[in-house]
Protein backbone atom coordinates (compact mmCIF):
# COMPACT_ATOMS: atom_id res chain seq x y z
CA UNK A 1 0.00 0.00 0.00
CA UNK A 2 1.14 3.58 -0.50
CA UNK A 3 0.12 6.72 0.86
CA UNK A 4 0.34 10.18 -0.71
CA UNK A 5 0.05 13.44 1.16
CA UNK A 6 0.28 16.90 0.17
CA UNK A 7 0.37 20.00 2.34
CA UNK A 8 -1.40 22.76 0.82
CA UNK A 9 -1.53 26.08 1.52
CA UNK A 10 -5.38 25.82 2.82
CA UNK A 11 -6.13 21.85 2.76
CA UNK A 12 -3.83 19.14 3.29
CA UNK A 13 -4.89 16.11 1.53
CA UNK A 14 -4.22 12.48 1.68
CA UNK A 15 -4.39 9.17 -0.10
CA UNK A 16 -4.08 5.84 0.37
CA UNK A 17 -3.40 3.92 -2.86
CA UNK A 18 -3.26 -0.25 -3.77
CA UNK A 19 -3.59 -2.50 -6.68
CA UNK A 20 -5.35 0.05 -8.95
CA UNK A 21 -7.74 1.49 -6.68
CA UNK A 22 -7.63 4.63 -3.86
CA UNK A 23 -8.68 2.92 -1.32
CA UNK A 24 -9.64 6.09 0.94
CA UNK A 25 -9.01 9.60 0.25
CA UNK A 26 -8.58 12.39 2.83
CA UNK A 27 -9.27 16.20 3.06
CA UNK A 28 -8.26 18.55 6.21
CA UNK A 29 -7.67 22.46 6.92
CA UNK A 30 -4.27 23.39 6.61
CA UNK A 31 -2.86 24.22 10.01
CA UNK A 32 0.09 27.05 8.86
CA UNK A 33 1.79 27.79 11.88
CA UNK A 34 1.99 23.57 12.10
CA UNK A 35 2.07 21.99 9.16
CA UNK A 36 3.77 18.53 10.99
CA UNK A 37 0.66 18.52 12.69
CA UNK A 38 -1.60 19.15 9.21
CA UNK A 39 0.35 16.14 8.05
CA UNK A 40 0.07 13.47 10.78
CA UNK A 41 -3.47 14.39 11.05
CA UNK A 42 -4.40 13.15 7.46
CA UNK A 43 -1.71 10.11 7.80
CA UNK A 44 -3.76 8.88 10.86
CA UNK A 45 -7.10 9.10 9.18
CA UNK A 46 -5.51 7.20 6.03
CA UNK A 47 -3.63 4.16 8.38
CA UNK A 48 -7.50 3.67 9.39
CA UNK A 49 -7.97 1.94 6.32
CA UNK A 50 -4.84 0.58 5.88
CA UNK A 51 -5.41 -3.32 5.93
CA UNK A 52 -1.87 -4.35 5.63
CA UNK A 53 1.75 -2.43 5.59
CA UNK A 54 2.33 0.53 3.96
CA UNK A 55 5.62 0.52 1.66
CA UNK A 56 6.02 4.12 1.05
CA UNK A 57 4.58 7.30 1.89
CA UNK A 58 5.42 10.28 -0.42
CA UNK A 59 5.28 13.56 1.24
CA UNK A 60 4.14 17.22 -1.11
CA UNK A 61 4.52 20.07 1.37
CA UNK A 62 4.83 24.08 1.00
CA UNK A 63 7.12 24.39 4.20
CA UNK A 64 10.02 25.66 1.89
CA UNK A 65 7.75 27.99 -0.19
CA UNK A 66 6.01 29.45 2.21
CA UNK A 67 9.04 30.74 4.03
CA UNK A 68 10.53 32.08 1.20
CA UNK A 69 7.26 33.69 0.17
CA UNK A 70 6.75 35.52 3.74
CA UNK A 71 9.99 36.42 4.18
CA UNK A 72 11.15 34.04 6.83
CA UNK A 73 14.02 32.88 5.91
CA UNK A 74 16.71 33.27 8.50
CA UNK A 75 18.98 36.45 7.25
CA UNK A 76 22.33 35.08 5.42
CA UNK A 77 25.43 36.11 4.31
CA UNK A 78 26.90 35.22 1.09
CA UNK A 79 30.19 35.17 0.21
CA UNK A 80 31.88 34.43 -3.06
CA UNK A 81 34.85 33.83 -4.85
CA UNK A 82 34.09 34.87 -8.27
CA UNK A 83 37.54 34.92 -9.95
CA UNK A 84 38.41 36.22 -12.97
CA UNK A 85 34.88 37.94 -15.26
CA UNK A 86 31.86 39.71 -14.74
CA UNK A 87 32.32 42.77 -12.41
CA UNK A 88 30.50 42.16 -8.54
CA UNK A 89 27.59 44.12 -9.57
CA UNK A 90 26.76 41.58 -11.93
CA UNK A 91 25.96 39.26 -8.84
CA UNK A 92 22.54 40.63 -7.37
CA UNK A 93 21.85 37.38 -5.58
CA UNK A 94 21.08 38.91 -1.76
CA UNK A 95 21.71 42.32 0.46
CA UNK A 96 24.47 40.67 2.36
CA UNK A 97 27.45 40.05 -0.08
CA UNK A 98 30.79 39.79 0.03
CA UNK A 99 33.30 39.11 -2.21
CA UNK A 100 36.75 37.41 -1.70
CA UNK A 101 39.94 37.43 -4.26
CA UNK A 102 41.21 33.87 -5.50
CA UNK A 103 40.24 32.08 -8.81
CA UNK A 104 39.68 28.76 -10.25
CA UNK A 105 40.04 27.58 -13.92
CA UNK A 106 37.39 25.98 -15.75
CA UNK A 107 40.04 22.89 -15.00
CA UNK A 108 40.11 23.37 -11.10
CA UNK A 109 43.23 24.71 -11.23
CA UNK A 110 43.88 27.20 -8.70
CA UNK A 111 45.53 30.73 -11.03
CA UNK A 112 45.06 32.93 -7.83
CA UNK A 113 45.10 31.55 -3.88
CA UNK A 114 43.01 33.46 -1.36
CA UNK A 115 44.22 36.28 0.45
CA UNK A 116 44.12 34.80 4.36
CA UNK A 117 43.73 38.61 5.74
CA UNK A 118 40.97 39.13 3.34
CA UNK A 119 39.11 36.16 4.69
CA UNK A 120 39.66 37.19 8.55
CA UNK A 121 38.62 40.87 7.72
CA UNK A 122 35.18 39.49 6.06
CA UNK A 123 34.85 37.09 8.95
CA UNK A 124 35.16 39.87 11.42
CA UNK A 125 32.38 41.83 9.67
CA UNK A 126 29.71 38.85 9.41
CA UNK A 127 30.81 37.80 13.48
CA UNK A 128 29.82 41.87 13.97
CA UNK A 129 26.38 41.93 12.07
CA UNK A 130 24.80 39.34 13.84
CA UNK A 131 24.61 37.01 11.04
CA UNK A 132 24.65 32.92 12.25
CA UNK A 133 24.61 31.40 8.54
CA UNK A 134 26.61 31.71 5.78
CA UNK A 135 26.73 30.46 1.98
CA UNK A 136 30.17 30.14 0.44
CA UNK A 137 30.47 29.71 -3.44
CA UNK A 138 33.52 30.01 -5.72
CA UNK A 139 33.37 29.53 -9.66
CA UNK A 140 34.46 26.31 -10.93
CA UNK A 141 34.40 25.23 -7.09
CA UNK A 142 32.37 22.22 -8.37
CA UNK A 143 36.02 21.40 -10.71
CA UNK A 144 38.39 22.30 -7.15
CA UNK A 145 36.54 23.10 -4.10
CA UNK A 146 39.93 23.73 -2.14
CA UNK A 147 39.15 27.55 -2.00
CA UNK A 148 35.94 26.69 -0.14
CA UNK A 149 37.00 24.64 1.94
CA UNK A 150 39.72 27.33 3.14
CA UNK A 151 37.07 29.57 3.66
CA UNK A 152 34.90 27.14 5.47
CA UNK A 153 37.89 25.81 7.31
CA UNK A 154 38.81 29.45 9.00
CA UNK A 155 34.98 30.51 9.57
CA UNK A 156 34.50 26.89 11.38
CA UNK A 157 38.04 27.76 13.75
CA UNK A 158 36.69 31.61 14.55
CA UNK A 159 32.65 31.21 14.57
CA UNK A 160 32.19 27.89 15.36
CA UNK A 161 28.77 28.89 16.17
CA UNK A 162 27.85 29.84 12.28
CA UNK A 163 25.88 27.50 9.61
CA UNK A 164 28.19 27.53 7.13
CA UNK A 165 26.68 25.73 3.14
CA UNK A 166 29.29 25.61 0.63
CA UNK A 167 28.07 25.36 -2.76
CA UNK A 168 30.26 22.27 -4.00
CA UNK A 169 28.38 20.32 -1.53
CA UNK A 170 25.11 21.14 -2.68
CA UNK A 171 25.86 21.02 -6.70
CA UNK A 172 28.40 19.80 -9.04
CA UNK A 173 26.90 21.85 -12.08
CA UNK A 174 28.31 24.90 -13.93
CA UNK A 175 26.35 28.01 -13.95
CA UNK A 176 28.34 29.98 -11.25
CA UNK A 177 25.24 32.28 -10.99
CA UNK A 178 22.82 29.84 -10.02
CA UNK A 179 24.73 27.49 -8.17
CA UNK A 180 25.41 30.45 -5.88
CA UNK A 181 21.64 31.23 -5.40
CA UNK A 182 21.05 27.72 -4.71
CA UNK A 183 23.52 27.69 -2.27
CA UNK A 184 22.37 30.96 -0.27
CA UNK A 185 18.82 29.69 -0.21
CA UNK A 186 19.95 26.56 1.29
CA UNK A 187 21.72 28.14 3.90
CA UNK A 188 18.86 30.04 4.80
CA UNK A 189 16.45 27.41 5.20
CA UNK A 190 18.03 24.39 5.68
CA UNK A 191 17.65 24.36 9.90
CA UNK A 192 14.06 25.15 9.51
CA UNK A 193 13.77 21.70 6.88
CA UNK A 194 15.98 19.37 9.63
CA UNK A 195 13.74 20.62 12.32
CA UNK A 196 10.49 19.87 9.84
CA UNK A 197 12.12 16.44 8.65
CA UNK A 198 12.94 15.13 12.22
CA UNK A 199 9.54 15.68 13.39
CA UNK A 200 8.56 13.81 10.38
CA UNK A 201 10.70 10.78 11.27
CA UNK A 202 10.05 10.42 14.80
CA UNK A 203 6.18 10.39 14.27
CA UNK A 204 6.60 8.01 11.62
CA UNK A 205 9.03 5.74 13.98
CA UNK A 206 6.30 6.79 17.18
CA UNK A 207 3.58 4.95 14.40
CA UNK A 208 5.57 2.26 14.13
CA UNK A 209 5.62 2.48 10.10
CA UNK A 210 9.20 0.84 8.70
CA UNK A 211 7.49 2.79 5.31
CA UNK A 212 10.19 4.41 3.16
CA UNK A 213 9.65 8.49 3.43
CA UNK A 214 10.29 10.18 0.14
CA UNK A 215 9.59 13.92 -0.20
CA UNK A 216 8.45 15.15 -3.73
CA UNK A 217 11.10 17.36 -5.66
CA UNK A 218 9.92 20.14 -8.04
CA UNK A 219 10.67 18.02 -10.64
CA UNK A 220 8.28 15.50 -10.10
CA UNK A 221 10.15 12.95 -8.67
CA UNK A 222 11.27 12.07 -5.12
CA UNK A 223 14.20 12.49 -2.85
CA UNK A 224 14.35 9.79 0.58
CA UNK A 225 13.57 12.09 3.84
CA UNK A 226 17.44 11.11 4.83
CA UNK A 227 18.98 13.10 1.99
CA UNK A 228 16.53 15.96 1.41
CA UNK A 229 17.91 17.08 5.43
CA UNK A 230 20.87 18.05 3.48
CA UNK A 231 19.21 19.54 0.15
CA UNK A 232 16.03 21.43 1.41
CA UNK A 233 15.85 23.46 -2.00
CA UNK A 234 14.56 20.37 -4.27
CA UNK A 235 11.60 20.57 -2.15
CA UNK A 236 10.77 24.09 -3.42
CA UNK A 237 7.61 23.92 -5.71
CA UNK A 238 6.35 20.45 -4.40
CA UNK A 239 3.19 21.80 -4.45
CA UNK A 240 2.73 22.34 -8.00
CA UNK A 241 4.69 19.50 -9.06
CA UNK A 242 2.15 17.15 -7.36
CA UNK A 243 -0.50 18.92 -9.37
CA UNK A 244 1.42 18.04 -12.80
CA UNK A 245 1.91 14.75 -11.91
CA UNK A 246 -1.75 14.46 -10.44
CA UNK A 247 -2.89 15.61 -13.51
CA UNK A 248 -1.07 13.06 -15.17
CA UNK A 249 -1.83 10.48 -12.88
CA UNK A 250 -5.87 10.72 -13.10
CA UNK A 251 -5.69 11.15 -17.41
CA UNK A 252 -2.60 8.92 -18.65
CA UNK A 253 -2.47 9.91 -22.06
CA UNK A 254 -1.18 12.23 -24.87
CA UNK A 255 -2.88 15.40 -25.16
CA UNK A 256 -2.00 18.97 -25.27
CA UNK A 257 -3.44 19.76 -21.52
CA UNK A 258 -3.14 22.52 -19.06
CA UNK A 259 -2.82 21.39 -15.67
CA UNK A 260 -4.77 23.73 -13.37
CA UNK A 261 -5.30 22.98 -9.74
CA UNK A 262 -7.19 25.66 -7.97
CA UNK A 263 -7.08 25.73 -4.15
CA UNK A 264 -7.97 27.75 -1.67
CA UNK A 265 -5.15 30.46 -1.58
CA UNK A 266 -3.11 29.95 -5.21
CA UNK A 267 -3.87 28.31 -8.73
CA UNK A 268 -1.19 26.69 -9.95
CA UNK A 269 -0.87 25.75 -13.73
CA UNK A 270 1.33 23.84 -15.60
CA UNK A 271 1.59 22.28 -19.24
CA UNK A 272 1.49 18.74 -20.25
CA UNK A 273 3.12 18.35 -23.98
CA UNK A 274 1.66 15.42 -25.14
CA UNK A 275 1.46 13.98 -21.98
CA UNK A 276 4.58 15.25 -21.03
CA UNK A 277 5.46 17.57 -18.57
CA UNK A 278 7.33 21.04 -19.40
CA UNK A 279 10.68 21.71 -18.36
CA UNK A 280 11.32 25.29 -17.35
CA UNK A 281 15.55 25.18 -18.61
CA UNK A 282 16.95 27.18 -16.35
CA UNK A 283 15.98 25.70 -13.18
CA UNK A 284 13.06 26.91 -10.75
CA UNK A 285 13.22 30.67 -10.10
CA UNK A 286 13.43 31.63 -6.39
CA UNK A 287 12.22 35.14 -5.61
CA UNK A 288 13.50 35.75 -9.03
CA UNK A 289 16.78 34.23 -9.11
CA UNK A 290 17.05 31.20 -11.52
CA UNK A 291 18.70 28.11 -9.35
CA UNK A 292 20.30 24.64 -10.13
CA UNK A 293 17.17 22.84 -9.23
CA UNK A 294 15.14 21.00 -11.62
CA UNK A 295 11.78 22.01 -11.74
CA UNK A 296 8.63 22.26 -14.17
CA UNK A 297 7.67 25.31 -16.03
CA UNK A 298 5.04 26.27 -13.46
CA UNK A 299 3.02 29.27 -12.58
CA UNK A 300 1.09 30.11 -9.45
CA UNK A 301 -1.56 32.70 -9.60
CA UNK A 302 -2.94 34.50 -6.70
CA UNK A 303 -6.28 33.44 -7.20
CA UNK A 304 -8.14 30.65 -5.17
CA UNK A 305 -11.49 29.54 -4.01
CA UNK A 306 -11.05 31.33 -0.75
CA UNK A 307 -9.63 34.45 -2.32
CA UNK A 308 -12.12 37.20 -0.86
CA UNK A 309 -14.39 39.79 -2.80
CA UNK A 310 -13.99 43.36 -2.38
CA UNK A 311 -15.02 46.34 -3.86
CA UNK A 312 -13.01 50.14 -5.29
CA UNK A 313 -16.17 52.41 -5.37
CA UNK A 314 -19.14 49.85 -7.00
CA UNK A 315 -16.87 47.38 -8.92
CA UNK A 316 -15.71 43.60 -7.37
CA UNK A 317 -12.16 43.47 -7.21
CA UNK A 318 -10.52 39.44 -5.78
CA UNK A 319 -8.07 40.11 -3.32
CA UNK A 320 -4.32 38.52 -3.58
CA UNK A 321 -5.01 36.37 -0.50
CA UNK A 322 -7.29 35.24 1.76
CA UNK A 323 -9.15 36.19 5.00
CA UNK A 324 -10.63 32.80 6.04
CA UNK A 325 -12.69 30.22 4.71
CA UNK A 326 -15.50 30.67 2.43
CA UNK A 327 -18.99 32.44 4.43
CA UNK A 328 -20.75 28.92 3.42
CA UNK A 329 -17.72 27.10 5.49
CA UNK A 330 -18.19 29.94 8.42
CA UNK A 331 -15.87 32.43 7.11
CA UNK A 332 -16.56 36.42 7.67
CA UNK A 333 -16.20 37.66 4.62
CA UNK A 334 -17.79 36.90 1.13
CA UNK A 335 -15.20 34.82 -1.25
CA UNK A 336 -14.61 33.30 -4.92
CA UNK A 337 -16.17 30.11 -3.57
CA UNK A 338 -19.75 32.30 -2.46
CA UNK A 339 -19.85 33.80 -5.40
CA UNK A 340 -20.02 30.48 -7.08
CA UNK A 341 -22.17 28.82 -4.52
CA UNK A 342 -24.70 31.82 -4.96
CA UNK A 343 -24.37 32.42 -9.05
CA UNK A 344 -24.64 28.64 -9.74
CA UNK A 345 -26.67 27.41 -6.69
CA UNK A 346 -24.40 24.90 -6.18
CA UNK A 347 -25.29 23.88 -2.07
CA UNK A 348 -22.21 23.85 -0.72
CA UNK A 349 -22.12 23.83 3.08
CA UNK A 350 -24.23 26.60 4.47
CA UNK A 351 -25.62 27.87 1.33
CA UNK A 352 -27.25 30.59 2.97
CA UNK A 353 -24.36 32.66 4.54
CA UNK A 354 -23.53 32.59 0.77
CA UNK A 355 -26.02 34.71 -0.05
CA UNK A 356 -26.06 36.41 3.26
CA UNK A 357 -22.71 38.30 2.51
CA UNK A 358 -23.25 38.60 -1.15
CA UNK A 359 -26.55 40.75 -0.45
CA UNK A 360 -24.72 42.96 1.60
CA UNK A 361 -21.74 43.58 -0.75
CA UNK A 362 -24.51 44.12 -3.46
CA UNK A 363 -25.94 46.71 -2.04
CA UNK A 364 -22.86 48.65 -0.99
CA UNK A 365 -22.47 48.22 -4.94
CA UNK A 366 -25.81 49.69 -5.92
CA UNK A 367 -26.57 46.21 -7.66
CA UNK A 368 -28.12 43.05 -6.72
CA UNK A 369 -26.77 39.81 -5.25
CA UNK A 370 -27.26 38.10 -8.92
CA UNK A 371 -25.54 41.04 -10.93
CA UNK A 372 -22.73 40.49 -8.34
CA UNK A 373 -21.99 36.88 -8.31
CA UNK A 374 -21.99 37.16 -12.04
CA UNK A 375 -19.37 39.72 -12.75
CA UNK A 376 -17.24 37.99 -9.94
CA UNK A 377 -17.79 34.30 -11.75
CA UNK A 378 -16.86 36.67 -14.82
CA UNK A 379 -13.42 37.77 -13.08
CA UNK A 380 -12.49 34.77 -12.19
CA UNK A 381 -12.69 32.90 -15.37
CA UNK A 382 -11.26 36.18 -16.95
CA UNK A 383 -8.10 36.26 -14.64
CA UNK A 384 -7.47 32.16 -15.14
CA UNK A 385 -7.27 32.93 -18.88
CA UNK A 386 -5.11 35.92 -18.71
CA UNK A 387 -2.56 33.75 -16.90
CA UNK A 388 -3.10 31.16 -18.86
CA UNK A 389 -2.20 33.17 -21.53
CA UNK A 390 0.37 34.76 -20.13
CA UNK A 391 1.93 31.59 -19.19
CA UNK A 392 2.20 30.56 -22.81
CA UNK A 393 4.12 33.14 -23.51
CA UNK A 394 6.62 32.37 -21.12
CA UNK A 395 6.77 28.70 -22.12
CA UNK A 396 7.26 29.63 -26.00
CA UNK A 397 10.87 30.64 -24.80
CA UNK A 398 11.51 26.87 -23.65
CA UNK A 399 13.61 24.50 -25.67
CA UNK A 400 11.02 21.39 -25.23
CA UNK A 401 8.13 23.57 -26.74
CA UNK A 402 9.94 25.22 -29.52
CA UNK A 403 11.28 21.26 -30.58
CA UNK A 404 7.56 20.20 -30.86
CA UNK A 405 6.58 22.79 -33.12
CA UNK A 406 9.44 22.35 -35.55
CA UNK A 407 9.18 18.92 -35.43
CA UNK A 408 5.04 18.94 -35.45
CA UNK A 409 5.43 21.74 -37.99
CA UNK A 410 2.87 24.10 -36.99
CA UNK A 411 2.00 25.90 -33.97
CA UNK A 412 1.34 24.09 -30.20
CA UNK A 413 -2.64 23.98 -29.73
CA UNK A 414 -3.97 23.37 -26.40
CA UNK A 415 -6.77 20.92 -26.38
CA UNK A 416 -8.00 20.82 -22.73
CA UNK A 417 -7.92 21.93 -19.18
CA UNK A 418 -7.05 19.50 -16.54
CA UNK A 419 -9.04 20.58 -13.26
CA UNK A 420 -7.26 19.94 -9.85
CA UNK A 421 -8.54 21.07 -6.16
CA UNK A 422 -11.80 21.34 -4.39
CA UNK A 423 -12.93 24.51 -6.35
CA UNK A 424 -12.42 23.18 -10.03
CA UNK A 425 -15.17 21.74 -10.52
CA UNK A 426 -17.75 25.30 -10.71
CA UNK A 427 -14.75 26.94 -12.58
CA UNK A 428 -13.10 24.72 -15.08
CA UNK A 429 -15.71 23.86 -17.46
CA UNK A 430 -16.47 27.88 -17.72
CA UNK A 431 -12.85 28.58 -18.54
CA UNK A 432 -12.85 25.75 -20.61
CA UNK A 433 -15.58 27.22 -23.09
CA UNK A 434 -14.41 30.64 -22.64
CA UNK A 435 -10.78 28.83 -23.80
CA UNK A 436 -12.72 26.98 -26.95
CA UNK A 437 -11.14 23.62 -25.31
CA UNK A 438 -12.11 20.58 -23.94
CA UNK A 439 -12.25 20.11 -20.19
CA UNK A 440 -11.28 16.91 -17.73
CA UNK A 441 -12.46 16.56 -13.86
CA UNK A 442 -13.14 13.11 -12.15
CA UNK A 443 -14.18 11.91 -9.01
CA UNK A 444 -10.89 12.35 -7.67
CA UNK A 445 -9.93 15.69 -9.18
CA UNK A 446 -9.97 17.03 -5.67
CA UNK A 447 -7.56 15.14 -4.20
CA UNK A 448 -4.87 14.81 -7.41
CA UNK A 449 -2.17 16.24 -5.91
CA UNK A 450 -1.70 13.53 -2.98
CA UNK A 451 -2.31 10.65 -5.82
CA UNK A 452 0.56 12.52 -8.04
CA UNK A 453 2.65 12.04 -4.98
CA UNK A 454 1.68 8.58 -3.83
CA UNK A 455 2.51 6.97 -7.44
CA UNK A 456 5.43 8.78 -8.39
CA UNK A 457 8.85 6.74 -9.14
CA UNK A 458 12.10 7.45 -6.72
CA UNK A 459 14.67 9.63 -8.66
CA UNK A 460 17.95 10.03 -8.72
CA UNK A 461 20.70 11.93 -11.03
CA UNK A 462 24.32 11.04 -11.33
CA UNK A 463 27.14 13.84 -13.02
CA UNK A 464 30.52 12.99 -14.24
CA UNK A 465 33.14 15.29 -15.32
CA UNK A 466 36.36 13.66 -17.13
CA UNK A 467 39.63 15.72 -17.05
CA UNK A 468 41.83 13.65 -19.98
CA UNK A 469 45.04 16.01 -19.63
CA UNK A 470 45.10 15.43 -15.98
CA UNK A 471 43.82 11.33 -15.89
CA UNK A 472 40.68 11.92 -13.38
CA UNK A 473 37.11 12.10 -12.88
CA UNK A 474 34.94 13.00 -10.38
CA UNK A 475 31.26 12.05 -9.48
CA UNK A 476 28.41 13.20 -8.08
CA UNK A 477 26.43 12.96 -5.97
CA UNK A 478 29.02 10.92 -4.13
CA UNK A 479 32.18 13.07 -4.77
CA UNK A 480 34.05 10.33 -5.60
CA UNK A 481 37.63 10.77 -7.52
CA UNK A 482 39.30 8.49 -9.81
CA UNK A 483 41.94 7.89 -12.03
CA UNK A 484 40.77 7.04 -16.30
CA UNK A 485 43.69 4.56 -16.87
CA UNK A 486 42.65 4.42 -20.12
CA UNK A 487 43.71 6.28 -24.15
CA UNK A 488 41.56 7.61 -26.21
CA UNK A 489 38.94 8.44 -23.88
CA UNK A 490 35.79 9.45 -25.73
CA UNK A 491 32.11 10.72 -25.22
CA UNK A 492 30.71 7.13 -25.46
CA UNK A 493 33.24 5.79 -22.47
CA UNK A 494 32.26 8.70 -20.29
CA UNK A 495 28.51 7.79 -21.14
CA UNK A 496 29.35 4.19 -19.51
CA UNK A 497 31.17 5.95 -16.66
CA UNK A 498 28.12 7.86 -15.84
CA UNK A 499 26.15 4.94 -16.06
CA UNK A 500 28.00 3.14 -14.15
CA UNK A 501 28.03 4.72 -10.89
CA UNK A 502 24.11 5.12 -11.32
CA UNK A 503 23.31 1.73 -11.26
CA UNK A 504 25.92 1.50 -8.15
CA UNK A 505 24.16 4.61 -6.62
CA UNK A 506 20.79 3.44 -7.26
CA UNK A 507 21.33 -0.28 -6.24
CA UNK A 508 22.36 1.65 -2.71
CA UNK A 509 19.09 3.12 -2.51
CA UNK A 510 17.25 0.45 -3.36
CA UNK A 511 15.97 1.78 -6.92
CA UNK A 512 17.29 -1.53 -8.72
CA UNK A 513 13.93 -1.93 -10.51
CA UNK A 514 14.14 1.84 -11.96
CA UNK A 515 17.64 1.76 -13.48
CA UNK A 516 16.34 0.95 -16.75
CA UNK A 517 14.15 4.07 -16.35
CA UNK A 518 17.34 6.37 -17.07
CA UNK A 519 18.07 8.78 -19.50
CA UNK A 520 21.11 10.94 -20.36
CA UNK A 521 20.04 14.88 -20.01
CA UNK A 522 23.49 16.47 -20.80
CA UNK A 523 26.39 15.06 -23.00
CA UNK A 524 29.01 17.65 -23.99
CA UNK A 525 32.76 17.68 -24.78
CA UNK A 526 35.71 20.19 -24.58
CA UNK A 527 38.47 19.90 -26.50
CA UNK A 528 41.41 21.68 -24.85
CA UNK A 529 44.10 22.86 -26.93
CA UNK A 530 48.17 23.95 -26.41
CA UNK A 531 49.71 25.75 -29.07
CA UNK A 532 48.23 24.47 -32.23
CA UNK A 533 47.61 21.22 -30.97
CA UNK A 534 44.67 19.09 -28.67
CA UNK A 535 46.07 17.44 -25.92
CA UNK A 536 42.86 15.97 -24.31
CA UNK A 537 39.03 16.82 -23.91
CA UNK A 538 36.81 17.27 -20.63
CA UNK A 539 33.92 15.80 -20.56
CA UNK A 540 30.56 16.90 -18.63
CA UNK A 541 27.92 13.96 -18.79
CA UNK A 542 24.49 13.54 -16.65
CA UNK A 543 22.46 10.54 -16.18
CA UNK A 544 18.94 10.29 -14.43
CA UNK A 545 16.36 7.71 -13.25
CA UNK A 546 13.42 10.20 -14.79
CA UNK A 547 10.73 11.62 -13.05
CA UNK A 548 7.65 8.97 -14.06
CA UNK A 549 5.02 6.57 -12.02
CA UNK A 550 6.16 3.29 -10.47
CA UNK A 551 5.95 0.39 -12.73
CA UNK A 552 2.67 -0.84 -11.30
CA UNK A 553 0.56 2.19 -11.46
CA UNK A 554 -1.77 1.85 -14.84
CA UNK A 555 -4.35 4.43 -13.71
CA UNK A 556 -7.00 4.77 -11.18
CA UNK A 557 -9.84 2.57 -11.10
CA UNK A 558 -12.56 4.92 -11.13
Not at 168 to 191: G, H
Not at 251 to 272: E, F, H, P, Y
Amino acid sequence: MLIGIDVGGTYTDGVLFDEGAIIAAVKKPTDQLNLQNSLLEVLDELLKSANKAISRIVLSTTLITNLLATGRGERTALILIPGHGLPPQSYDICPDTYFLKGSVDFRGNIIEPADKNEILEVIAQIEKSGIQRVAIAGKFSNRNNSLEKQLGQLFAEKCPDILLVLSSEISNKLNFPRRAATTYYTAMIIEEWKQFAAEIDKAIKARNLNSEVHILKADGGTLPLEISRSRPCETVFSGPAASTMGGLALTRDKLNSVVLDIGGTTSDISLLIEGQPLYASKGANIEGKYSQISAFAVRSAALGGDSFIQLQGNVPLLAGYRKGPAACFGGEAATVTDAFNYGLKLGIGQAQFSQKKLEELARQAGINADELSAKVIDLVVQQLQENIEAMFKEWENEPAYKVWEVVNKKKFSLQRIIGIGAAAPPIVPLLAKRMGVDYYLQQYSDVANALGASVVRPTLAVDVHVDTPNDFYTVNPSGYKGKINQRNFQLEDAKNLARKYLEEIGKQRGMDSYLDQSSFYMEEQFNIIRGWDRVGKLFDVGIQISPGFIKEFKGVAK
